[in-house]
């Protein structure tokens, strides 16, 4: 196949790619008088699938980005450089399988104006993969006041904790064991929970999180006694 180029610079040319059969390996050849002579680049190019996302997780998550994301789809591929894209801007991708690639989300601040944003993953840069994923980048919650904030060791006492910016649902984790309980949701300032079981008297640090992945740092205080 014969497709033309565009001149960039004395050392560049950009040229589409014709139609080739899956799984094949070509050499690259070019020309300067229009077919006349061709000249070999001593490169090849192979022809693959392009790669599909069915969907992410969690599909949003802070805007300060870090925000760790599992891509579900196919044809991802081990022996190239993953690529995920939150709307304008690349990140690395951790191959896991041809089924699920696992990157951090950039900062909002480096994508575009937009809280939620398209996702796309590439292994070339070029080519962006098939399918209509989103992410939405979201205020995070923030911890105001805790009540009570004492309870017993054994569990089971009725907290009710007051913030901004709650989800339905919010996770509430307790201490650095990461102890993990649902909420019930009240509204975007209030949401309750029980405490769990501690082996342990003394104060622990509460927080919460919208997507299960995204713990913040704005912690109260419980003591077990």
Known sequence: FVTDATLVSE???ECRTPPGALNTEVEVEFSQNGGHSWFSTNFSFRYEKREEIYFISPSFGAM???TTVEIQGR???EDVENLCVFGTHAVSAQYISSSKLVCETPSSHNVDDDT????YVTSNSVDMSDGDVKFDYVLPPSLTSIFPTQGVVTGGTKITIRGEHFTDPILVTFGNTNIIVESEYISSQEVRCESPFSS???AVSVSVSSNGVDFI???LSFTYV
């Not at 939620?116 to 996702?119: A, K, S, T």
């Open 11 to 13: 050392s560049t040319v």
């Open 64 to 66: 300060s980005g870090g």
């Open 75 to 77: 044809y991802f591929r």
């Open 116 to 119: 939620e944003v398209n996702v």
């Open 200 to 202: 342990d008297i003394g």
């Open 217 to 219: 740092d704005d912690t």
